[in-house]
Every structure is written in structure tokens, then in C-alpha cells.
């Protein structure tokens, strides 16, 4: 569970900072999704950007976590393996 909390909290924090930017610039009554205008309530709007900005910085931050981890971890060797002193 802490590993979860380490990779959704941040990007929480990030995709509210992510969403207040953008929707101070972008109108949600005047957004174009493939040519079409968006139709939707404004609250509508800006849950789903909010929704699509932490799955966003969520994805980052998973990758982040995913890099950090050390080769032992990954392939499920004991630590030290192959190493002889």
C-alpha cells in the first residue's frame, strides 16, 4: 500500500497544479476535441481534465519509481548474486 501512496500522492498534488494552470489559460466552454466542440457542463470538464492530468502524472511517476529500482529487485535475485569477492 505505501509503495501505491508514494506514486498517487505526488501526482495528486501535481495534476491539481496541472488542472488550476490550465483551466486559468483554457476556457472549458471553448475546448475542441477532434475538430468538435466539447459539450459538457464545466464541472464535467474540468473532473474529467483533472482525472486525465493525475493519469498522467501518475504514469510519470510509476515510471520514476520503476527506474529507481535496482536489477536484484527486478529479476528476483538474492542481493550480491553473480558478485564474488
Known sequence: MKSWMVVLWPSFLMAGVA??????????QELYLLGEVVDYPPLAAYSIGFLAFW???SA???LTCAMHTNAEA?????PHHGVHQ
Open 19 to 28: 488542472e488550476g494552470v490550465f483551466f486559468s489559460l483554457v476556457n472549458p
Open 55 to 57: 493519469a498522467l502524472c
Open 60 to 62: 510519470s511517476s510509476w
Open 74 to 78: 527486478v529479476n528476483h535475485l538474492p
